[in-house]
């Protein structure tokens, strides 16, 4: 079972393995650099040998990264497009050099200019980063968002076109966050509704796509397109969605990361995991 959370990187990448694997994750998601912040100074040899040679990295079976918020692909007319081809481009050499297989993207806001340039817009950011780093290994995992603003990626349909448009598919995949389907109008409360939405996820865009879960639930109401994580347990949709994920065969293979609240010594981590192998048990 890959299961693990967002675990936080101060005092360099390499700490994240040790706060990781000292709460039992055998899974973890990082940001490779302030992600509140454009650009950061490369890492230097021994960082990224602590990380990669770590003695304790093997017990993590998966390690992902999110990439920085100010990156936005979906609209050219601001100065910030160029800073964001620039700034994701280096984030995905820094996922190369930690040997990090995905990197998670929110797809991009519109800022008004509609669903429908903001998806060209995507795709052509997209194929320009690609052909600019051909050699990656790491591919971007494009995340489900709760539709925000101008959030582009609120419904799957809107996922698969980028996918269907991108001229190099195969570089990408597809990150499901809980909270934010949730909040997009994906009713996972209901009997049965996970079920029905991963259906409709496989229907779309393809469970094929899917690279990884964020375990999150949902202080916003179903529908409200606001991102506000909660602890499972306390929010809104409740645990027989978590229960059924837990369990689902399809998606036993799929890393699942907390991005819920937390304190410094992450015991609401070690909580909510604990809470979600319990699931496992029948
Ligand atoms: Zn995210
Ligand atoms: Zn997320």
Redesign the pocket.
Known sequence: MLLGSHIPTVGGVAKAIDRATGIDCTAMQIFVKNNMQWFANPFLEEEVKSFTQHPLRKKLGVVIA?AGYLINLGTENSENHEKSLRSLGEELLRCDQLDIPYL?LHPGSHLGAGVKNGIRCVVQSLNQIHAEHPKLNVRIAL?TTAGQGSCLGSRFEELAEILDRAKAPERLRI?L?T??VFAAGYDLSEQDGAEKVFKQFDNIIGLQQLCAL?I?ESKAALGSRVDR?ENLGQGKIGLDAFRWIMRSRTLEKIPK?L?TPKAKDLAEDVAAMKLLRSFKKI
Do not use: F, G
Request: proline share 0%; glycine share 0%.
């Open positions: 999110h998670v995340e990150c966050d909270a934010h964020h999150n994580h990361i991005e």
